[in-house]
């Protein structure tokens, strides 16, 4: 009779299994495979692609072991994996800590460990851990993610492997773990501060990029300045408009900034020549007072919080320069000025991007075909096979190849939020939403840095960049997520 009920789980399990996305992970892991052969066949040697000694006859080893994994998740419970869910983020945190102290340099990062003849990245399976530690502690404690205190403990969790990647001086990998936030926002965290992440990277670019350019041909007035001291004042006046309920304050402070900004621009061209931004910061100044007394008046904190949100973006907006130029990196400042048009380095930092978008214009509509590719035979891109692999996509398929690899993303994502949102548990819903946004954070982030929209941050493009690492770690968070949807019908009733 037990073996009757088991054989009768399996069946059930296996029904239940979501087809449609495990054939896009199937299809997206062979595409993957082909652009690997592309990137990494040598024309000289010839005959290699099943070779174990090649990247493309190791990465079928990959391939081999990761579906052996996705079977084994499917086999086991999921109910086991919820209640392991703080031991694994505990382990993985701690080899974390442990990793710069056993890794080996590799480009300047400290974040691969040699076992034997391969190198393991624990920062990959990181994310799976973390996923399911926030899933568990979401679900288990009925957060509340508009709470600012509930907010913090989830935080918490997410900002910790950020900082023990960094000092592995993994600066990309870490980055990934943002993508949580968007998760937080489906689990009711405020949409304002989505929109401070968003205002902050405004702020930097047009800051950074427009910071010696003078407004009007007028000398004493930045034009990065005046934009952004502009927008913290407009920014401002549009949370008043969408947080609070009297219309008549914010009229009366988009108006009066407004007027004085024309006034002293005005003024400074025709005039008396000076920096019309010190008007800008008295117009703040007075907004800010008097954000403070209507929070008094009326008793909202809206109010104090919108003026919180001003100061604090003034402060950041200052600070960019310093951070730019004393925290960051010398090889991260040149990739965000080259980015931003401020540096021409095509032997340096720009030689990557500029190479893949040749690589990738080079393919033309049809593209030069199944390992005909002349810029990634000759390897004039560096990396082609891992970070920068879609450019070998769009050498050999060409746009309408490219086209369809993002198509199949879109699917894939589209199908994983489709899957969130039919778990009947919470947690299994922001176990589910942790992986999609993991995953849309690695394909735009990767996808836009080969075009130049992005910086380089060094993160693979999931099923398709060669490595054992990152495959298994994408494999292990999509399959134990199908496995808990598998489940959902119990679950139900």
């Known amino acids: 009779m037990a073996t009757g009920n088991k054989r009768q789980k399996e069946q059930s399990i296996v029904r239940n299994l979501d087809w449609f996305t495990i054939f896009i992970f199937v299809t997206l892991v062979a595409m993957g495979w082909m652009s690997i052969c592309g990137a990494s066949y040598d024309l000289e040697q010839g005959g290699q692609l099943f070779d174990f000694a090649s990247r493309s006859g190791?990465?079928?080893?990959?391939?081999?072991?990761?579906?052996?994994?996705?079977?084994?998740?499917?086999c086991v419970d999921d109910?086991?994996?919820?209640?392991?869910?703080?031991?694994?983020?505990?382990?993985?945190?701690?080899?974390?800590?442990?990793?710069?102290?056993?890794?080996?340099?590799?480009?300047?990062?400290?974040?691969?460990?040699k076992i034997g003849s391969f190198s393991i990245q624990p920062a990959e399976f990181a994310k799976f851990a973390t996923a399911l530690c926030v899933a568990k502690v979401i679900s288990s404690f009925s957060l509340d993610l508009s709470r600012w205190r509930h907010?913090?403990?989830?935080?918490?969790?997410?900002?910790?492997?950020?900082?023990?990647?960094?000092?592995q001086k993994e600066t990309g990998s870490a980055?990934?773990?943002?993508?949580?936030?968007?998760?937080?926002?489906?689990?009711?965290?405020?949409?304002?501060?989505?929109?401070?992440?968003?205002?902050?990277?405004?702020?930097?670019?047009?800051?950074?990029?427009?910071?010696?350019?003078?407004?009007?041909?007028?000398?004493?007035?930045?034009?990065?300045?005046?934009?952004?001291?502009?927008?913290?004042?407009?920014?401002?006046?549009?949370?008043?408009?969408?947080?609070?309920?009297l219309r008549k304050p914010f009229f009366q402070t988009l108006l009066f900034g407004t007027g004085a900004y024309i006034l002293a621009v005005l003024y400074a061209k025709y005039l008396i020549p000076f920096n019309a931004c010190w008007v800008q910061w008295g117009v703040l100044a007075v907004m800010v007072g008097y954000l403070f007394y209507l929070s008094v008046r009326e008793q909202l904190w809206s109010y104090a919080l919108i003026a919180l949100f001003a100061i604090g973006s003034t402060v950041f907006f200052y600070s960019v320069n310093y951070v730019l130029n004393e925290v960051l990196q010398p090889h991260q400042q040149t990739r965000i000025r080259v980015l931003l048009g401020l540096e021409d380095d095509p032997k340096g930092a720009g030689y990557n991007v500029i190479q893949a978008i040749i690589a990738i214009g080079s393919g033309g509509m049809h593209g030069r075909g199944f390992l005909e590719g002349t810029q990634t035979k000759l390897r004039y891109v560096p990396e082609q096979d891992t970070d920068f692999i879609f450019c070998t996509i769009g050498e050999e398929q060409g746009f309408v190849g490219s086209a369809l690899v993002l198509l199949l993303y879109l699917a894939f994502i589209l199908r994983l939020m489709y899957l969130a949102e039919r778990q009947p548990l919470r947690f299994g819903r922001v176990f589910g939403y942790c992986v999609l946004c993991i995953f849309l954070f690695h394909v735009f982030i990767n996808v836009g840095m080969v075009l130049g929209l992005t910086p380089v941050i060094g993160i693979p493009l999931p099923f398709f960049s060669y490595g054992g690492s990152s495959l298994w770690g994408f494999t292990i968070l999509l399959f134990v997520f199908l496995r808990i949807d598998a489940a959902r019908n119990r679950l139900q009733h």
């Open 58 to 74: 190791m990465q079928i080893v990959w391939i081999a072991t990761s579906l052996i994994l996705a079977t084994f998740i499917m």
């Open 79 to 113: 109910r086991l994996v919820e209640s392991l869910s703080y031991i694994i983020y505990i382990a993985f945190m701690a080899l974390l800590f442990v990793t710069p102290m056993l890794a080996h340099d590799i480009k300047g990062s400290m974040s691969w460990i």
């Open 151 to 167: 907010l913090l403990i989830a935080s918490l969790l997410v900002l910790l492997p950020m900082g023990l990647i960094v000092n």
């Open 175 to 245: 980055l990934v773990y943002l993508a949580f936030f968007l998760m937080f926002y489906r689990e009711g965290m405020a949409g304002s501060i989505l929109f401070a992440g968003a205002a902050a990277v405004f702020y930097f670019v047009v800051g950074v990029r427009y910071a010696d350019v003078p407004m009007w041909e007028i000398p004493q007035i930045s034009l990065g300045e005046f934009l952004v001291l502009a927008a913290i004042h407009l920014f401002s006046a549009g949370m008043m408009w969408t947080y609070t309920s």
